[in-house]
């Protein structure tokens, strides 16, 4: 059956932790992982609670895949409501913890309550304790890793925790493991901080079984694997250059949001792009990328480690960036660069590294760091209040954000709420390049229409990874739709949304579905799991997850008036690239897709949704 069976339960308040089994009935429904995980939370939880008060719970939680032999089985997800967005906040992280927690024989770990002081958890296999943090409140999560290793004597530990942008509450603080992968985007990791939780630490050594036809699992993921090396995306493009190898691909399309979505098209791109990385710097004759790195179970490999130089201003007197990091990642490359007009690789770097260190999205600091920028720029923030000139294109400035943001300084305590926030309190809310309050990712609707279907109606506030219509509306997978037209959009979203759901519930990559389709996820679901597991009912799953996080939405106070963009991206036509003289066509292409979900005009489920997904 693949699952563990087992639950975890923690209660920070009275300092206990209880075993409990898995409802079974439910994981049938809802799989695992992002399904299985907010479907706990929304049973248990008012949808009303403040994000940072004990009320609000965590869970972090595998899939059915997670810990196999299934291509890409280390995912795993952390879902609670988000402080930045007051909404549902599902954050995806691969590396090697997710499987370390279901080796140990857990499927998932309910979080309640907030503790009076630090702690961390420890699981050990069937052992789970609370123990003192105190020790570690205050360190990095570079730091927290490191401590936790040794004072176990267990190099093999793996650990999810919050650096000091958790601490802090910044608004878009991460939960890191293994160092560079992240939990990024929503605020999971000031929620973890509201709570005392530094660090959850887990060592497992039973490994993973209850598989329920081992031969035919081991035979068809040995045939999916065969799918994803022979493609040309995950084979080659992706372990090759990374996600980077869309720098050049989304700016040529006019499709790169650049200075606060201002412009579409980025004149640095291709200095800050794969080729970039990969290419020998003037000052040192090396090159900024080292290798590539893959998670747990990974054939693909898509994970970047770069060396920033040495005599960059960012670290000339910081010899402990010096050592090869986690490096750039498209979105990270985007949001730190062309949304803020700078193109100095080592800064950007340098900021990623302050964000892997200290746990913050990228994304959303990035993305806010362009709002300050616009703001400097018309006069209503001064250098008084900013601490430096922060005009585009200066990568002096985006480095000292990151620096105080991180480190909860200064102005970097208002650059840690957000740009919603920061730009309704300096009066231009429209400035904000969010949905729901949280920060767009890499790309501008107006030259990919499909995605801004995408941002609006996703669950969790402004995102690309639930509904990659990148991938046909761009690369013509699985079949080439324009991306200049709405026609057609939402019925494409919604196939997106729907199967991305499934991907995630399973507990792989949503990058093997460049390669594969929810038809080819199936038959790995039903060997591991059961023959029940019909690609009908896979499709059914996704839609119930998409339908059962809409309605808490609901509950928590979003209506229909949420699911909309700035007046920038629905009034401002693209002024250069094949989208020129385009806005987004959102108003054309929402009621239709309103339609097709089964919700009323309000964008609630109709009874008969309902009733047809067992909600």
């Known amino acids: ?60 939680c ?129 929620v973890m901080g509201s709570k005392n939780l530094k660090a959850v630490a887990v060592r497992g050594t039973k490994g993973v079984g209850n598989i329920a036809n081992p031969k035919e699992f081991m035979k068809v993921t040995f045939e999916k694997k065969k799918i ?35 412009d579409v098209q980025f004149e640095g791109a291709k200095d800050i792009g ?54 750039l990642e498209y979105e990270a490359a985007w949001a730190l660069g062309a949304a803020n007009g700078v193109n100095d690789l080592e800064a950007l770097q340098y900021a990623n590294v302050l964000c892997n260190e200290q746990g913050m999205d990228p994304i959303s600091f990035g993305a806010t760091i362009g709002a300050v920028m616009e703001l400097y720029e018309m006069g209503v923030l001064t250098k008084e209040q900013l601490g430096i000139d922060a005009k585009f294109g200066d990568a002096r400035a985006l480095a000292h954000f990151a620096e105080i943001t991180a480190r909860g300084e200064g102005f970097g305590v208002e650059i840690g709420q957000g740009s919603a926030r920061l730009c309704r309190k300096y009066g231009h809310p429209e400035l904000s390049m969010s949905v729901k309050g949280q920060e767009f990712p890499a790309y501008d609707s107006r030259g990919v229409q499909g995605m801004g279907l995408t941002y609006a109606t996703s ?29 057609g959009k939402p019925e494409l979203v919604m196939a997106f949304q729907d199967a991305t759901a499934a991907f995630d519930a399973a507990g792989i990559c949503i990058f093997t579905s460049f390669a594969w389709t929810l038809a080819d996820v199936q038959p790995q679901v039903a060997a591991a799991c059961g023959e029940e597991f019909t690609l009908e009912n ?23 008036k949420d699911d909309t963009l700035p007046k920038r991206l629905l009034e401002e036509p693209a002024q250069t690239g094949p989208a020129k003289g385009l806005v987004n066509k959102l108003p054309e292409m929402l009621p239709k897709y309103y339609e097709i979900r089964g919700w009323d005009t309000e964008g609630r489920l109709k009874p008969e949704t309902r009733e047809r997904l067992g909600l």
């Open 1 to 60: 059956m693949s699952w563990a069976g087992k639950i975890l339960r923690v209660n920070l308040t009275n300092g206990t932790v209880a075993s409990e089994p898995l409802r079974m009935d439910w994981a049938r429904q809802y799989l695992g992982s992002r399904g299985l995980g907010t479907k706990y939370l929304v049973e248990e939880m008012d949808a009303t609670v403040d994000p940072l008060s004990p009320d609000n719970k965590m869970i972090w």
């Open 62 to 190: 595998t899939g059915p895949l997670t810990g196999t032999m299934a291509s890409t089985g280390g995912r795993y997800t952390v879902i609670t409501k988000g402080p930045l967005t007051g909404a549902i906040a599902c954050s995806n992280s691969g590396g090697y913890w997710g499987s370390e927690l279901k080796a140990a024989g857990w499927d998932m770990v309910i979080v309640e309550g907030a503790s009076a002081r630090p702690v961390y958890l420890y699981i050990n296999d069937d052992v789970a304790e609370l123990r003192d943090a105190s020790h570690l409140w205050g360190k990095s999560v570079w730091e927290t890793e490191e401590s936790l290793k040794k004072s176990h004597q267990d190099p093999l530990l793996r650990i999810s925790t919050i650096g000091l942008a958790g601490e802090n509450k910044v608004l878009f603080s991460a939960i890191v493991n293994d160092l560079h992968r992240a939990a990024g985007r929503s605020g999971v990791g000031a």
């Open 228 to 262: 994803l090396h022979d493609n040309a995306v995950t084979g080659a493009g992706l372990p090759t250059y990374g996600t980077q190898v869309l720098m050049s691909v989304i700016n040529e399309i006019g499709a790169l949001p650049t200075r606060n979505h201002r």
């Open 274 to 327: 794969a080729e970039a990385m990969a290419t020998p710097r003037a000052t040192d004759g090396k090159k900024h990328l080292v290798t590539n790195q893959a998670c747990f179970g990974c054939t693909i490999a898509c994970g970047r480690i770069s060396k920033i130089d040495k005599t960059h201003f960012t670290v000339e007197n910081k010899p402990k960036y010096w050592g090869a990091s986690g490096g």
């Open 459 to 487: 669950n969790r506030g402004a995102c690309h990874l639930r509904s990659y219509t990148i991938a046909s509306e761009v690369l013509g997978i699985p079949v080439k739709t324009d991306p200049l037209t709405a026609d």
């Open 538 to 560: 896979l499709n059914q799953i996704g839609e119930r997850i998409w339908n059962m996080e809409r309605d808490f939405n609901n509950r928590a106070g979003f209506t229909a």
